[in-house]
């Protein structure tokens, strides 16, 4: 501890919070509601949550934790 982890809201992290394209009835999820799916711009992977994301090996994002991640929720 001490060392403070790169956040969702640092500029230098690019992480797209996926929402809901379809009806809820279609996904259970509203129109434009976060469907809890987060998508990593720096390679494109995406995943549940960021630390489950499979990013490049180049990817600059791979250190980025996801405790921004835990304290939306
Ligand atoms: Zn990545």
Redesign the pocket.
Known sequence: MGERTRSFSDPDTLFELVRSDTPVWDDGFKMGEPTGEVV?E????SAAAPEY?N??KD????DVTSEWYDELH
């Open positions: 990593c720096g390679c494109g992977a994301i990013h490049d990817c600059s994002q791979r």
